[in-house]
């Protein structure tokens, strides 16, 4: 058990000590047969250049550049994350930081032939392909904007409409069409370099205007692309599913809404998955569609640098602060999968799971946080209904297509504290031994054993301000 045991410098045990009071029990109650959404799974992006961070531009060696890759994707090694979120560049060279676009020349009209250049997506491609190889499943490309000469305002930043949507008047005419068929290139262009996208996106945050790549949108507007996007994904017989629309907010994803759900040919017919971000508003209610939803992007962008606090005031940063907002998305908001917004970044902030600072990798009590789940709550899972008896012990559960059962409990309590998990509806009581994994502010990912008593119930001890995942089947 090589990865999971080792030691990580901790601050948090001498200074932020339990109370000594004695331990309460507190009963958890999981009903197996009670189905909820499907898991689709957990990720985060690599954009706008972290992609080449993994492959050694902040100093990893290329062992450490292999088992990075390993902690991220290889679900017996590390976390096996199973979804990346691709960014699909916009810039073109004068703008060399940027991601760079595949259509780098003006054709001049929309109607004129297009010339596309191939690149490596600053990292992206080499990092989906070697994902891939560890067992991701989905790779979501999702585009920040159209490339300067289809929209507006002639930039591919500094938000601006793209040209043919309502309440736009270009003297080039409408570059929906020319803009879909730019998108279907660079899924193609990852096809023949052996990269399956299967999910892609036109859309970042459309409500905002910065100075990165940017596009707006209202959902009347967005409904006009992807009414165009399906039917031409359709003709072409492809194999790819539509996102959208990556609304910087879940308030603002739930007001897009009515103009996706608009007119005789409603645009939501044509999407596979309705995408939604954290930040203007949490995913804390459940979106107003029966399509799967996906919180596809969200993150501490504080700059606070909290690697190895699982709790200390609630902060941002914090592994408990994250084991919340995953368990309420899940629970409230009914979303199928939770990408955190970076991966792995050479930075020293909390924007990222990782840190990579020259040669060391550093695993914040997010990234434990999120292996918990995403190691345990696999693609193709169920959400299953559970109970905690105590208002301060939060808890989730999922069934796994193999039977095994990933029940998570989150320990704000301030006390050791005994769990009495009754899972109701298993098939076979036949494994009496079970495992927990812990990670507070001590421990990150600590096996131990539970057993079954003769009540049938699981018992397991766990530590105050903890997420504790029992695994049973
Ligand atoms: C256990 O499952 C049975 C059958 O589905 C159901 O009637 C009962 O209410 C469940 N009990 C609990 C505690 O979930
Ligand atoms: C929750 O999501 C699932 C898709 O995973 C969907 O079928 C279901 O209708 C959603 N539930 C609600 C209450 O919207
Ligand atoms: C990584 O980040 C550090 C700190 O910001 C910086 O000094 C260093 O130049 C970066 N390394 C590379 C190769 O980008
Ligand atoms: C992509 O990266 C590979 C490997 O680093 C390199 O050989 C190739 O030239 C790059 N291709 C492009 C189009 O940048
Ligand atoms: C590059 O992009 C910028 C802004 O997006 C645009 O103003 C400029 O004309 C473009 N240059 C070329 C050579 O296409
Ligand atoms: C976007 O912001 C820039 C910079 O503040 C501003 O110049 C531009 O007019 C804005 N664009 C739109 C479409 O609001
Ligand atoms: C979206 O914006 C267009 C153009 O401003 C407007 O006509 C339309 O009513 C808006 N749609 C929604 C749903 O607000
Ligand atoms: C969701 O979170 C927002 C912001 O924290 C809060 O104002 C709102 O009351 C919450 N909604 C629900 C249903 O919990
Ligand atoms: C814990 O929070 C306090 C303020 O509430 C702060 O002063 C202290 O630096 C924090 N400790 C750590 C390890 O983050
Ligand atoms: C955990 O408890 C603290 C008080 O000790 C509270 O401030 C915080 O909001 C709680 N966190 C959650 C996720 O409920």
Same mark, same amino acid.
Do not use: H, Q
């Given at each position: 058990m090589s990865i999971w045991t080792w030691a990580t410098p901790s601050i948090a045990s001498t200074v932020l000590a339990n109370s000594l009071s004695s331990p309460t029990t507190v009963t958890i109650t999981v009903d197996a047969n009670e189905e909820k959404q499907i898991v689709d799974g957990f990720g985060f992006s690599e954009a706008f250049g972290r992609a080449e961070n993994v492959f %050694?531009?902040? $100093?990893?060696s290329p062992a450490n550049q292999q088992r990075l890759l390993d902690l991220m994707y290889d679900e017996n090694i590390g976390a096996g994350f199973t979804i990346l979120r691709n960014g699909i560049g916009s810039a073109n060279l004068s703008d060399p930081s940027d991601m760079i676009s595949?259509? &780098?020349?003006?054709? %001049?009209?929309?109607s004129s032939k297009p010339t596309y250049t191939p690149n490596n997506n600053t990292g992206q491609l080499p990092l989906a392909k070697a994902a891939y190889a560890r067992g991701l499943k989905t790779l979501y490309a999702d585009a920040?904007? !159209?490339?300067?000469?289809?929209?507006t305002n002639l930039n591919d930043n500094d938000g601006g409409y793209l040209c043919g949507v309502e309440d736009t008047d270009c003297p080039?005419?409408?570059?929906i069409q020319a803009y879909v068929n730019y998108l279907l290139e660079y899924v193609k262009l990852y096809k023949e370099a052996? @990269?399956?996208? =299967?999910n892609v996106g036109f859309l970042n945050e459309p409500q905002l205007n910065t100075s990165y790549a940017s596009m707006q949108s209202n959902g009347t507007q967005a409904a006009e692309v992807i009414r165009v996007l399906g039917r031409t994904i359709r003709e072409q017989g492809l194999d790819l599913e539509i996102n959208c629309?990556? *609304? @910087?907010g879940w308030e603002d994803a739930e007001q897009m809404l009515p103009g996706l759900q608009? $007119?005789?040919?409603? !645009?939501? +017919?044509? &999407?596979s998955v309705y995408t939604g971000h954290? /930040? *203007?508003?949490?995913?804390n209610f459940t979106l107003s569609t029966h399509l799967r939803t996906w919180l596809t992007e969200w993150a501490? &962008? =504080?700059?606070? /640098? @909290?690697?190895?606090?699982?709790? +200390?005031?609630?902060?941002? $940063?914090e592994g408990m602060t994250w084991a919340n907002n995953i368990q309420v998305a899940f629970? *409230? !908001? +009914?979303?199928s999968a939770f990408l955190y917004w970076?991966? !792995?970044?050479?930075?020293? *902030?909390?924007?990222?799971l990782i840190n990579l600072i020259n040669n060391e990798i550093v695993l914040s009590k997010r990234y434990w946080v999120f292996a918990q789940f995403s190691k345990f709550v696999r693609p193709g899972a169920r959400r299953v209904v559970a109970s905690s008896s105590a208002s301060d012990v939060f808890v989730t559960s999922f069934k796994n297509s193999n039977g095994v059962i990933a029940t998570q409990v989150l320990n704000n309590g301030t006390s050791t504290t005994t769990i009495d998990l009754e899972i109701n509806?298993?098939? %076979?009581?036949?494994?009496?031994e079970a495992m927990m994994y812990i990670t507070d502010n001590e421990f990150d990912f600590k096996q131990e054993p539970v057993y079954m008593g003769s009540d049938g119930l699981y018992h397991g001890t766990i530590p105050a301000r903890s997420l504790v995942s029992f695994i049973t089947q």
């Open positions: %050694g531009s902040a $100093g990893l595949i259509e &780098l020349t003006d054709p %001049g009209l929309p920040w904007s !159209a490339p300067w000469f289809m929209k080039t005419g409408s570059w052996g @990269v399956t996208v =299967t629309c990556d *609304a @910087v608009a $007119g005789p040919d409603p !645009a939501i +017919n044509y &999407l954290g /930040y *203007a508003s949490p995913p501490d &962008l =504080t700059g606070d /640098y @909290v690697p190895y606090v699982f709790f +200390n005031n609630s902060g941002p $940063g629970n *409230a !908001a +009914n979303v970076e991966g !792995a970044e050479n930075a020293t *902030a909390s924007s990222s509806g298993s098939w %076979g009581w036949g494994n009496r």
